[in-house]
């Protein structure tokens, strides 16, 4: 009998279709939070500074535990630290829910929540990224992600955010209520799973080894590795950006746009419509013009993207301008995890995963936070303005990066880097 990596490659196997099915479930409770929770503070306060705090405290997880999630995603059973996290995000919501109906929230609450849940997302992500390659063929993780990532971009924004918002106009209660139970039926197809969800390093990794020297494998790789470094540098850097304007999108959209809540649920939506649009492409964008090439065109094109919101002035025109931001980031994305998924060897990969994503995801931390003093200090177009110059910097970085080298067909990564040269 063919294990799961050793399934058609034109059909992806059942055991995948659970963990995309639990994903999407989970991501339109996600998609609720990424709503309810700027409404929320912003319904408290109009400061962009504390706006900025609420969102960097549910990004700094991605600092703090980020190489310990990646351990105990190749230490333990996949399934059951699924079903744990999940199990603990609904407790977490539901918390949330009653201190919405008591009128008991407050900024330093919501903070704390945003940190709590962001450090679950964070538990969650390094589970189930590690899940997906002994689930798929490497022929088809391009394919596995960009159903992944239409999905998830389907699910969230497009059903949880407007969801939210309309739920969050009846009562802030209701959408922490059903943000709940999607954590709740999440957990339950996680149990369907049967196979696949091992610990990745149970073999290769002695148990006496401590969490810290594990933790540190990952970021070593990472490390010596020099074109997947730049490529980690630059994903920090877009991330910084994207997660900056959108902890302050929602002051935009109120005060420059001129939108309610609803409004700012569209736009948040019109992002997930263009990476809809795009992310299909990725696969045969890869294959025409090559991943390097790709990433290179990709990171320019949401610099000017950037700054084009910066000048909008009207609902359509920012409309459009966040759809074709959203299109060019999700192509950007799924062709950079799918490069990483096919460079790291399997036994590492909830490490190194988490390794990346602690550097490219903290700075989204560090972006909330700078986005909101500088919108606060100088303008409200300030925070699209410098983002589009760093990201202009940024891919001056991928100008310099090699072709990678293809990965191997015997279902393990290579563990070197992207192309021949030796690691530094």
Not at 17 to 30: K, L, P
Not at 68 to 87: H, I, K, M, Q, Y
Not at 229 to 255: E, F, T, W
Request: aromatic share 6%.
């Amino acid at each position: 009998m063919r294990s799961p990596r050793q399934s058609a490659p034109h059909r992806l196997p059942r055991q995948f279709h659970a963990v995309w099915a639990a994903v999407t479930v989970s991501s339109i409770g996600d998609g609720m939070r990424a709503v309810t929770l700027p409404l929320l503070t912003a319904h408290l306060t109009d400061d962009a500074r504390l706006v900025g705090l609420v969102a960097f405290a549910g990004q700094i997880p991605w600092l703090l535990v980020s190489l310990p999630s990646g351990v105990l995603a190749d230490r333990f059973e996949r399934r059951r630290l699924l079903c744990f996290v999940d199990t603990a995000r609904a407790v977490i919501m539901t918390g949330l829910m009653l201190l919405a109906m008591l009128d008991g929230l407050s900024i330093p609450l919501l903070a704390g929540a945003a940190f709590l849940l962001g450090c679950g997302q964070t538990l969650f992500n390094g589970a189930w990224s590690g899940m997906v390659p002994s689930l798929v063929p490497p022929e088809g993780l391009t394919k596995a992600n960009t159903y992944l990532q239409i999905t998830v971009l389907f699910a969230s924004p497009l059903l949880g955010t407007p969801l939210g918002a309309v739920l969050f106009g009846v009562t802030p209660a209701l959408p922490l209520a059903v943000d709940a139970l999607s954590f709740v039926c999440a957990a339950g197809l996680i149990l369907l799973l049967t196979g696949g969800t091992q610990a990745g390093s149970q073999k290769s990794v002695p148990t006496r080894q401590s969490l810290r020297q594990d933790a540190l494998q990952g970021l070593v790789w990472l490390w010596r590795h020099s074109q997947m470094r730049r490529l980690c540098a630059v994903s920090a850097v877009n991330n910084l950006v994207v997660v900056g304007l959108m902890s302050v999108l929602v002051l935009y959209a109120q005060q420059t746009l001129e939108l309610e809540s609803s409004g700012y649920a569209v736009l948040v939506a019109a992002f997930a419509v263009g990476g809809l649009i795009g992310v299909p492409l990725a696969p045969r964008l890869e294959k025409r013009i090559g991943a390097v090439r790709l990433l290179r065109l990709g990171i320019l094109a949401t610099g000017v993207l950037c700054a084009s919101m910066g000048m909008a002035r009207s609902v359509l025109a920012g409309v459009l301008v966040i759809a074709g931001y959203g299109a060019v980031s999700l192509v950007w994305g799924v062709t950079a995890v799918s490069l990483r998924q096919s460079q790291v060897p399997a036994e590492l990969l909830g490490r190194v995963t988490m390794a990346f994503q602690m550097a490219s995801v903290s700075a989204g931390a560090l972006g909330a936070l700078l986005a909101g003093l500088v919108y606060h200090s100088i303008g409200p177009q300030a925070p699209f303005f410098t983002g589009a110059a760093l990201l202009c910097l940024a891919g001056a970085l991928l100008y310099h990066a090699p072709t990678p080298h293809p990965a191997s067909s015997n279902g393990h990564a290579h563990a070197r880097p992207m192309s021949q040269t030796p690691p530094d």
